[in-house]
């Protein structure tokens, strides 16, 4: 088995322009002006020509070192024309790549090790013997997620691709193995091949068990990655757990590894890793699985339980005691992660206008994927210095991309690690903070229903609990109300301690359903034992298994194997401002040095966009000075120069910084219209490097632009003629246009 590096100026441009127009977080680095250019939208439609004719994205010949293909059809020509056109941006951006690429080759050569793993890897997929020669090129932009691809032909793995951006050091390495066993999976023929041994080991068909399957693989094949990578690097943390597959499916998660990992370990041989892992996933129907944990049944079991503690449910205590302490360090866990994600945020941020110690921690967490980068800086400094680190960051630099909900979060995590929160209180406090600040939990878990369980929770509504708890926490508080309501004795009516009736063999200290012989109990007070998932480790109908669904539901069915799969409701955290400032008109003119433009706005379409806008031009709303950092409260847009002109487009203007990038230090929510279209020219929007970003920058097009519907909020328009002439003037003025001031007229 072999990797060889390959360049092609070709696919590095397209996977550039591919990650620009369709696959970049709106808090990465920017390459192209936005709104784009129609040509270079018209991307999108060269994709979904390739879609349609079963080309493979992207074609094999996009990697040829002779320059871009033939153009047959007209999707290829789209798509060539598109990256025509963004050359200019683009190009200057991957060459500043090109040391970078070199050390990233250098680097993957001395950590792969394959003259070690390659065999291992070969026997884990099934595939020994493999001759496979795998083509990769490290590409330094790439759509994400994932960050990776194959290149193929006739459904043949021919080379691989992986931005050497994102992922570094051991990282990469893992990301490389797990490409080599997805390639030798897609190549290899051979009777204990990975996917034909769990086929025929789950035969089953139907959405359900198909997705069982497909994720099972993904797993198996990213813990031997990982594996590999520590047998040469013990200080790796598997990209598996890092980032966020094992926070993603923990139940299938935590079944795979408490088997393959033995296999791999050498303590058990691979067939019987394998049957072992299937055997245990027929024990229950696929959805247990497939679908997410659900929120709301953990938060319903821990408040029900804590209430029938309180109540003096001794059994209730004992069981909470036990189950406390382990759910905590898995929050405590998955929101370590968490705050590796949401630093990543902190990519664009002007690091010379903060504290050098600040400064340097945001570029050691940014180098590579921050999830990685977190981790890595967080072993280095300890974990109360790392936190004490990132609630700055989220404080300071990080309000623009939402830390003001996660200054508290890695606050409290910081209490959490130095000792100073028990684990009740700390789970109390993450339920407390999803339910005041949002998004907690909503990365990895069903989050539907945990509002209105928050919510049932601060009111005291019992009833609403029960129904969302699982059925062992359900059947408690069932068996509690049975006796309240045989007993009927009130303490504040009877003036003395309730009565508890006897607890039965079923609800003695510690008692619980009856689990499976590989989960046993970890002692209170301590994590779970290696890291185990305790959350993923419970069985369906048990304390804290999150979902509130009775055992039955999940036992293994025909109907379970063909019903259609239930999409997670997804919910974010946006961030909406304080209730805005109501008008029934707004027109502002921008005082040029070519003449006055103005602008008329839509306060009651979009109200929060326009309040904004308002604010900023009379000076009512503090901004981010983007050269000194200083928060400033003065009109914003004096001063500030039309920074982009593209005759027959746009022109734009709102950015201090004069990069086309820059903003006022916080972020506004988008408030996209169903019926706001861009079917004519002179509209007035925002701009934007993602959902909800927008912030000061806004333009005014000179022509229809479609491709800009659904992406961009238009708040306003220009009307007289004599502003119109002045926007087309703008576009083709052979020096600055500059705006001298802003008045705005509005009641």
């Given at each position: 088995m072999k990797v060889s590096y390959h360049r092609s100026t070709t696919l590095d441009l397209y996977l550039a322009l591919h990650r620009e127009v369709l696959g970049r977080c709106s808090w990465e680095v920017s390459l192209l002006p936005r709104p784009v250019e129609p040509v270079i939208a018209a991307f999108r439609e060269g994709l979904r020509g390739w879609r349609g004719g079963g080309t493979p994205i992207p074609p094999v010949g996009f990697a040829s070192p002779d320059g871009p293909p033939d153009a047959p059809d007209e999707p290829t020509r789209t798509v060539l024309r598109a990256m025509a056109a963004a050359r200019p941006s683009l190009a200057p951006a991957i060459d500043g790549y090109a040391e970078h690429r070199a050390h990233a080759e250098a680097d993957l050569d001395?950590?792969?090790?394959?003259?070690?793993?390659?065999?291992?890897?070969?026997?884990?997929?099934?595939?020994?013997?493999?001759?496979?020669?795998?083509?990769?090129?490290?590409?330094?932009?790439?759509?994400?997620?994932?960050?990776?691809?194959?290149?193929?032909?006739?459904?043949?793995?021919?080379?691989?691709?992986?931005?050497?951006?994102?992922?570094?050091?051991?990282?990469?390495?893992d990301a490389v193995l797990t490409q080599l066993g997805w390639a030798l999976l897609r190549n290899g023929r051979h009777p204990d091949h990975l996917l034909h041994r769990l086929r025929a080991l789950l035969p089953d068909s139907g959405p359900y068990p198909d997705r069982l399957r497909l994720l099972l693989t993904k797993i198996l094949v990213e813990l031997t990655a990982g594996h590999l990578v520590r047998s040469t690097d013990p200080t790796h943390r598997p990209c598996v757990d890092v980032l966020g597959t094992a926070w993603r499916f923990p139940r299938l998660y935590d079944l795979a590894r408490r088997h393959w990992l033995r296999y791999l370990d050498g303590?058990?041989?691979?067939?019987?890793?394998?049957?072992?892992?299937?055997?245990?996933?027929?024990?229950?129907?696929?959805?247990?699985?497939?679908?997410?944990?659900?929120?709301?049944?953990?938060?319903?079991?821990?408040?029900?339980?804590?209430?029938?503690?309180?109540?003096?449910?001794?059994?209730?205590?004992?069981?909470?005691?036990?189950?406390?302490?382990?759910?905590?360090?898995?929050?405590?866990?998955?929101?370590?992660?968490?705050?590796?994600?949401?630093?990543?945020?902190?990519?664009?941020?002007?690091?010379?206008?903060?504290?050098?110690?600040?400064?340097?921690?945001?570029?050691?967490?940014?180098?590579?994927?921050?999830?990685?980068?977190?981790?890595r800086s967080r072993r280095a400094l300890g974990e109360v210095p790392a936190l004490d680190l990132a609630v700055q960051a989220f404080a300071g630099p990080g309000v623009e991309y939402g830390g003001e909900a996660w200054a508290p979060i890695a606050a409290m995590l910081r209490r959490y690690a130095a000792g100073e929160l028990p684990a009740r209180v700390f789970i109390d406090q993450c339920f407390t903070?999803?339910?005041?600040?949002?998004?907690?939990?909503?990365?990895?878990?069903?989050?539907?229903?945990?509002?209105?369980?928050?919510?049932?929770?601060?009111?005291?509504?019992?009833?609403?609990?029960?129904?969302?708890?699982?059925?062992?926490?359900?059947?408690?508080?069932?068996?509690?109300?049975?006796?309240?309501?045989?007993?009927?004795?009130?303490?504040?009516?009877?003036?003395?301690?309730?009565?508890?009736?006897?607890?039965?063999?079923?609800?003695?200290?510690?008692?619980?359903?009856?689990?499976?012989?590989?989960?046993?109990?970890?002692?209170?007070?301590?994590?779970?034992?290696?890291?185990?998932?305790?959350?993923?480790?419970?069985?369906?109908?048990?304390?804290?298994?999150?979902?509130?669904?009775?055992?039955?539901?999940?036992?293994?069915?025909?109907?379970?194997t063909t019903a259609p799969i239930r999409s997670r409701t997804w919910h974010f955290r946006r961030p909406w401002p304080a209730e805005p400032q109501r008008y029934e008109r707004v027109t502002a003119v921008l005082h040029t040095n070519l003449g006055p433009l103005e602008l008329h706005l839509w306060p009651q379409t979009v109200p929060y966009t326009v309040d904004n806008f308002?604010?900023?031009?009379?000076?009512?709303?503090?901004?981010?000075?983007?050269?000194?950092?200083?928060?400033r409260r003065e009109p914003f847009y004096d001063g500030t120069r039309f920074h982009r002109r593209v005759?027959?487009?746009?022109?734009?203007?709102?950015?201090?910084?004069?990069?086309?990038?820059?903003?006022?230090g916080y972020r506004i929510p988008d408030e996209?219209?169903?019926?706001?279209?861009?079917?004519?020219?002179?509209?007035?929007?925002?701009?934007?490097?993602?959902?909800?970003?927008?912030?000061?920058?806004?333009?005014?097009?000179?022509?229809?632009?479609?491709?800009?519907?659904?992406?961009?909020?238009?708040?306003?328009?220009?009307?007289?003629?004599?502003?119109?002439?002045?926007?087309?003037?703008?576009?083709?003025?052979p020096g600055e246009v500059l705006i001298e001031r802003v008045t705005v007229d509005a009641d």
């Open positions: 001395r950590r792969l090790c394959l003259d070690r793993v390659a065999g291992p890897l070969a026997e884990a997929m099934g595939v020994p013997g493999s001759d496979l020669e795998l083509p990769l090129y490290l590409v330094p932009f790439a759509p994400y997620p994932p960050s990776v691809g194959f290149l193929t032909d006739g459904g043949r793995v021919v080379a691989a691709y992986l931005d050497c951006r994102r992922y570094v050091g051991a990282t990469l390495a303590l058990t041989d691979r067939e019987d890793a394998l049957a072992a892992i299937t055997g245990e996933a027929a024990s229950y129907a696929p959805r247990w699985y497939v679908e997410n944990v659900d929120g709301a049944a953990l938060a319903a079991d821990f408040y029900l339980l804590e209430w029938l503690a309180a109540a003096g449910d001794a059994a209730a205590r004992a069981r909470l005691a036990d189950w406390a302490p382990q759910l905590s360090a898995d929050f405590a866990t998955q929101l370590d992660v968490i705050v590796g994600t949401e630093l990543g945020h902190y990519e664009c941020a002007r690091r010379d206008t903060l504290d050098p110690a600040l400064a340097g921690f945001l570029a050691e967490v940014t180098t590579g994927d921050s999830r990685v980068g977190w981790w903070l999803q339910h005041n600040n949002g998004c907690l939990f909503d990365k990895y878990f069903e989050a539907e229903h945990l509002w209105p369980v928050l919510e049932a929770q601060a009111a005291g509504d019992l009833e609403l609990l029960a129904r969302h708890a699982s059925a062992e926490v359900r059947g408690r508080w069932q068996r509690h109300r049975q006796r309240r309501e045989a007993g009927y004795a009130p303490r504040w009516l009877a003036g003395g301690r309730e009565p508890v009736a006897p607890a039965t063999a079923s609800d003695a200290p510690g008692a619980a359903p009856t689990e499976p012989p590989w989960a046993v109990p970890t002692p209170a007070g301590s994590p779970p034992a290696g890291g185990r998932l305790t959350i993923g480790a419970a069985p369906p109908g048990s304390l804290g298994c999150g979902s509130r669904a009775e055992a039955a539901e999940y036992a293994p069915s025909p109907a379970a308002v604010a900023l031009a009379r000076g009512t709303r503090p901004w981010r000075d983007p050269e000194t950092g200083v928060h005759p027959g487009f746009v022109i734009q203007a709102g950015d201090r910084s004069g990069t086309g990038t820059g903003g006022p996209f219209q169903p019926d706001a279209t861009f079917d004519r020219p002179f509209l007035v929007a925002m701009a934007n490097n993602g959902r909800d970003s927008a912030g000061s920058r806004f333009f005014v097009t000179l022509a229809a632009a479609r491709h800009l519907d659904g992406a961009y909020v238009p708040f306003g328009a220009v009307r007289d003629p004599a502003s119109r002439e002045l926007a087309v003037a703008i576009a083709t003025a």
